[in-house]
């Protein structure tokens, strides 16, 4: 997962954006994506039908379809997004590899540039798909996406000296891992199904274990700010 953002491999989405602004699978890069055995489904007849640069499409009603499983209390963030099966452009350009997954409001090109036609958009790559690993980075991006659109301007009614985006980064604050790519992972585990093993690179990598009142902290905020 990941963060579109200048300076930083994808955050900040307008000049001052925090560093949850954006967000692209930087895990998807260098992932270690699932060692399961999955069920990988036939790809179609890859076809871009968004004429967007980086579009894979051979997975694209897979994808879409992983996107309706998304939970009820998520739903509000991707509402008017669009799924595209592929690599990011500026992502890609940027990291030298196709990201598992990248949130763009904005519509970045490689240029740095940004209002280009793919705004609004959460990619998910073939890789993520052919490793089992769909669910968890479309959960990703979603927690992205959430905390983009409903964090800023809402607060906790006894804590409303600081937004619910700041409190949240500050929680995740860690010396070395992104804290939005930490709390983007939190949402996978919080919302994610099932008993398997789930997809959370950034917790993984920087062995970052999220508490249950941080997990609550997420549940509360997704229900308050989205009232």
């Not at 953002?5 to 994506?33: D, H, M, P, Y």
């Not at 959370?200 to 249950?212: C, G, I, Q």
Request: charge should be negative.
């Amino acid at each position: 997962m990941f963060s579109i953002s200048k300076a930083v491999a994808f955050i900040a989405f307008v000049g001052v954006a925090l560093v949850l602004g954006w967000v692209a699978l930087l895990q998807a890069t260098q992932t270690e994506a699932s060692d399961q055995t999955v069920a990988v489904p036939a790809p179609e007849v890859p076809i871009n039908s968004f004429s967007y640069q980086g579009v894979e499409g051979g997975y694209q009603n897979h994808v879409e379809n992983v996107a309706t499983t998304i939970p009820e209390e998520l739903l509000p963030a991707i509402k008017g997004l669009t799924f595209v099966n592929g690599c990011h452009p500026w992502t890609t350009s940027k990291l030298g590899k196709c990201a598992l997954g990248t949130f763009d409001p904005a519509g970045w090109d490689v240029d740095d540039s940004v209002g280009h036609k793919w705004s609004n958009t959460i990619w998910v790559s073939t890789r993520a798909v052919t490793t089992g690993t769909t669910s968890d980075v479309v959960l990703h991006e979603a927690g992205h996406a959430f905390v983009h659109h409903f964090f800023d301007d809402c607060y906790f009614p006894r804590q409303a000296e600081k937004s619910v985006k700041e409190l949240l980064v500050a929680h995740f604050a860690h010396d070395q891992a992104p804290p939005a790519e930490l709390l983007a992972d939190a949402f996978v585990v919080a919302y994610g199904n099932g008993e398997g093993r789930r997809h959370t690179y950034y917790l993984d990598k920087f062995n970052y274990s999220v508490s249950d009142d941080a997990l609550a902290a997420v549940r509360a905020a997704v229900w308050l700010c989205s009232r």
